[in-house]
Structures are given as C-alpha cells and as structure tokens.
C-alpha cells in the first residue's frame, strides 16, 4: 500500500491509499491487504491533523463503475473535511442521491 495526494482534490490535504497490487474491488483485498490499508489510513491520518488541521474526514471508495469509479483501480479517498467547506454538509456521501436529508428514512 501506499498513499499519494489526488491528483483532482476535493479539499486541501485530499489522499489516497492505493494496494501495489492490482485490485479492482475493496472487496478483493486479501485480509492481510485490508488491514495494511486500515492502518496506512490511521498514520495518514495523523499526518494531515498535523498538516491541514481538518474538522471532520470524507473517507470512501467508488467500488465498481455504477459508483462513479473513474479508474479501474481500487483507491480509497481520505478526504478533510473543513466546517464551511459546503453550505450544508448533511448528509454527507448520501448527496449523491436526490432529496433532502431531513426525508431520508
């Protein structure tokens, strides 16, 4: 595993962590791989509190092309997140369906 800043970032200090193997899916990854990501996410993490001082994270993956994945190939986002960074936060990564959050049931 290893970690890079996106080359598109959604925020200031935007990164992802990327398997050396080729893996298309999260779900993929061997046990071994899942738990080197797990803890490169926790020591990135550490490294952008110093750094970009982020108030909250956006952490995902678009698994598979009906989710947006752009490359085919597995990267998981660690995105800080900034208080004023959208007008409305809520609801985080269910923005990307339609509706107000306050409907959701």
Known sequence: MYARWDNFPASPGHL??????????????TDQEAS????LAR??????????RPEGYTIGVNDGPAS????DH???HIIP???GDIADP???IRRIFPGDPDTWR
């Open 16 to 29: 992802e962590i990327v398997p050396f193997r080729h893996v298309l899916s999260f779900f993929d990854l």
């Open 36 to 39: 080197d990501l797990h803890r």
């Open 43 to 52: 020591a990135m993490k550490g490294h952008l509190e110093q750094r970009f």
């Open 68 to 71: 947006g994945r752009s490359v």
């Open 74 to 76: 597995l990267h998981l």
């Open 81 to 83: 997140r900034y208080h």
């Open 90 to 92: 809520r609801g985080g």
